[in-house]
């Protein structure tokens, strides 16, 4: 009696890179007047983009957060895209 062969399946997993907080890397500080680096971690629907897509640190997540609110607030950001 033949023993049963393993079947590959179809969806493989690799192990990523960890994501590298850039500005952790670059010792950054977060401004909300700068709006072009804001708008980066921005959907295109105009949501904040969580934290497993931007690859920060829960520490500049919560910065970049009330930054972009703050932007918001003070009219250097829409709060939806249209």
């Given at each position: 009696?033949?023993?049963?062969?393993?079947?590959?399946?179809?969806?493989?997993?690799f192990?990523?890179?960890?994501?590298?907080?850039?500005?952790?890397?670059?010792?950054?500080?977060?401004?909300?007047?700068?709006?072009?680096?804001l708008?980066?971690?921005?959907s295109?629907?105009?949501?904040?983009?969580?934290?497993?897509?931007?690859?920060?640190?829960?520490?500049?997540?919560?910065?970049?957060?009330?930054?972009?609110?703050?932007?918001?607030?003070?009219?250097?950001?829409?709060?939806?895209?249209?």
């Amino acid at each position: 009696m033949e023993t049963p062969k393993k079947v590959a399946k179809k969806g493989y997993f690799f192990r990523q890179k960890k994501k590298v907080c850039i500005f952790c890397a670059r010792n950054e500080e977060i401004d909300y007047k700068d709006v072009a680096k804001l708008s980066k971690f921005i959907s295109e629907k105009g949501k904040i983009l969580p934290r497993r897509n931007t690859g920060l640190c829960a520490k500049h997540q919560r910065q970049l957060a009330r930054a972009i609110k703050r932007a918001r607030i003070m009219a250097l950001l829409p709060f939806v895209r249209v």
